[in-house]
């Protein structure tokens, strides 16, 4: 078996890409042995590593044909946090800190940020590479995104996919969104009113015992 190799890779041998291509072959066994043993893993259907959308994980991407993405690059994950729980894969979206922006790529400043840290600030999103990959693939998590980052950032991937929402159903969803702030708002001012209240009745009680002492 080992001749019968060396006689089909000799003729590569030379090739600038063989040793990248031969190492990455070597690294691609040890994430298919880990895919393995995730699977094992599963408790009642449920996969050992679950993102919650808008995570940022550190991907091994491997090496890949022309101008495709390889290498180790940071990744979002945009599939819905629920269908994450059983799935093996995931739809990611590469981190690049390259400054050059194109229409379908978001940029990422301080504070999209959720939780983590990047290295480098500003980078971006480039929506035009969404990928779907398998979780062996996820070395680590790194942080995670904003929710407003993610809403921009899905409206890149509908552009580079040429997906147009409805003008009825956009007016309706930006509706939603200001309705959730306006409750958020009623909620702060309501808890603001209280705490109010309470260092006026506390301060009160307080200026009735000094009355008393006297």
């Known amino acids: 078996m080992i001749d019968e190799i060396i006689n089909k890779i000799t003729p590569y041998i030379e090739r600038s890409y063989f040793n990248r291509f031969f190492n990455w072959f070597i690294r691609k066994l040890d994430l298919q042995d880990k895919a393995e043993k995730l699977d094992k893993k599963k408790n009642k259907g449920k996969h050992p590593i679950q993102p919650r959308k808008g995570d940022i994980y550190l991907i091994e991407f491997g090496q890949n044909i022309g101008k495709e993405l390889s290498n180790t690059h940071m990744g979002i994950i945009v599939q819905a946090s629920s269908n994450n729980v059983a799935s093996h894969t995931v739809l990611v979206v590469p981190i690049s800190s390259s400054p050059k922006l194109y229409p379908t790529h978001e ?21 035009d590479q969404l990928t779907c990959i398998d979780k ?4 680590y998590k790194i942080g995670s995104v904003t929710d407003d980052f993610m809403q921009r950032l ?4 509908m552009k580079n996919l040429d997906i147009k929402i409805p003008k009825e159903k956009q007016e309706k969803k930006e509706i939603k969104n200001n309705e959730n702030v306006n409750h958020e708002d009623i909620n702060k001012k309501s808890e603001n009113k209280e705490e109010t209240n309470t260092e006026n009745t506390t301060k009160k009680a307080q200026s009735e015992e000094v009355k008393t002492e006297k």
């Open 107 to 127: 940029r990422i400043q301080k504070e999209d940020i959720k939780t983590g840290k990047l290295d480098k600030l500003p980078s971006k999103a480039k929506g």
């Open 136 to 139: 062996a693939r996820m070395l």
């Open 154 to 157: 899905e409206k890149r991937i």
